[in-house]
Structures are given as structure tokens and as C-alpha cells.
């Protein structure tokens, strides 16, 4: 059966530094990958979504960027981070079109 | 771009009350509509779905959800809610020609069922 891993579950990180954040699926092969942000009473924002290797999508120009060097490996990044960028951050994958999502546990990130 | 409104934000019931939340899409052409939840400390899951056929979904635990085309509309019910229904609900849009089969989300309704 197909799993999805992210990590960390937690990050406190200081203003100006860098981030990386990590997600990888088991079980199924050529998955669409997605980044979201989830913001207390402001709902998923998509941030970055990928449907192959080196194939990434931005939706909302920001201080963060994505990369998948891997077919099922997908990455969050930041060099510097802003306090604005706190939140909870999850990724995602698909099969493919008309298919839900299953998500990962998230990652809780702090800016301080 | 499309849009997702969940136009209530909190909702407070005591079991056995029923469910309605609201969701409206913008949208015009072919969705593939979504309800997810979220249960305190746990992955968002998904509840049910919407591709073609029947407007009437039925999903797991007793959710079910209808899809009123003229109204632009998917709203999630369920006829008598239990204290383990206290969670977050999100409502979800895919346009159906969406290639990268990427989700607009609602802003969320917080669902709180008092024992």
C-alpha cells in the first residue's frame, strides 16, 4: 500500500535561516506531489506542486521553493526564513487526475 | 481562478443535532468536488468525493454530501453527529480538465460537538 512521510514533525528556526523540508511516498511510482500551507482559519494554500522529476509548479510567489530529485522524494526549501513563513506545512500526492489526496502529518514550523 | 467559500467558520452543536456545512465553488465548468476532515492531531483524510452520477455522496461515517449544479454548491450533511465528529472540515474543488489535478481548498469550518 502507498505511505507518505514528512519530516520534521516540529521546526523552531530563527528568522534569517535557512529550511528543509522533506517528503517522501512508498508504493506507487510517478505521483503528483504537492506543497501546502495551512494557516489557522485561512484553509490549505497550495504552494508548489510537481507531476514528475524536476517538474515544479509555483502558485504564490514567496520565500520558499521546491525541488524533486527523486520520483517520489519532494522538497521544501527556504535559504532565508521569515517570520511570515511560520505555519504548518503539508505535503501531498496523487495518482494522478480526478483522484483525492492523501496528505502527510504535516510539518509545525516556528520562525522566531 | 476559482474559489472555495465555506461560509461557516465554527459550528457548535450537541450530539444528535444535525450537520449541515456550507460549501460554494466558483468555478463553471466540470469539478470533481472533495470533503475532507481533520480530527485534532491527526492527517487530513478524506470523507468523500465527487466525480459524476448520483449528486447524492455518501461518504464514511455517515457523511454524505450533495452536489447542486445550479447553485454552484456541495454541501456536506449528516442526519445526527456524535461527540468524535468534532474536527475540521474542508471542502475541496478540482476543475476536471486540471492537469496537475491540483485541489482548491475552503477556508474551513471548525466543528465542535458538545456531549
Known amino acids: 500500500s502507498q505511505t507518505i512521510h514528512q519530516w520534521p514533525a516540529t521546526l523552531v528556526q530563527p528568522v534569517g535561516s535557512p529550511l528543509s523540508l522533506e517528503c517522501t511516498v512508498e508504493?506507487?511510482?510517478?505521483?503528483?506531489l504537492y506543497w501546502y500551507r495551512q494557516a489557522a482559519g485561512r484553509g490549505l494554500q497550495l504552494l508548489f506542486y510537481?507531476?514528475?522529476?524536476?517538474?515544479i509548479s509555483s502558485e504564490v510567489p514567496q520565500n520558499l521553493s521546491a525541488s524533486r530529485p527523486q520520483d517520489r522524494q519532494f522538497i521544501l526549501s527556504s535559504k532565508k526564513l521569515l517570520l511570515s513563513d511560520s505555519g504548518f506545512y503539508l505535503c501531498?500526492?496523487?495518482?494522478?487526475?480526478?483522484?483525492?489526496?492523501?496528505f502527510g502529518s504535516g510539518t509545525r514550523l516556528t520562525v522566531v | 481562478a476559482q474559489s472555495v467559500s465555506q461560509h461557516n467558520h465554527h459550528v457548535i452543536l450537541s450530539e444528535a443535532a444535525s450537520l449541515e456545512l456550507g460549501c460554494n465553488y466558483s468555478?463553471?465548468?466540470?469539478?470533481?468536488l472533495f470533503w475532507y476532515v481533520q480530527y485534532p492531531g491527526q492527517h487530513l483524510q478524506l470523507l468523500l468525493k465527487?466525480?459524476?452520477?448520483?449528486?447524492l455522496v455518501k461518504g464514511i461515517k455517515g457523511f454524505e454530501a450533495e452536489f447542486i449544479k445550479s447553485k454552484f454548491s456541495f454541501n456536506l450533511r449528516k442526519p445526527s453527529v456524535q461527540w468524535s465528529d468534532t474536527a475540521e472540515y474542508f471542502c475541496?474543488?478540482?476543475?476536471?480538465?486540471?492537469?496537475?489535478?491540483?485541489?482548491?481548498f475552503g477556508g474551513g469550518t471548525r466543528l465542535m460537538v458538545k456531549p
Open positions: 501531498a500526492w496523487s495518482a494522478g487526475t480526478a483522484d483525492g489526496y492523501t
Open positions: 508504493g506507487t511510482s510517478n505521483p503528483n
Open positions: 510537481s507531476i514528475g522529476i524536476g517538474q
Open positions: 468555478y463553471g465548468g466540470t469539478v470533481n
Open positions: 465527487y466525480f459524476s452520477g448520483d449528486p
Open positions: 475541496a474543488v478540482n476543475p476536471g480538465n486540471n492537469a496537475g489535478n491540483m485541489l482548491t
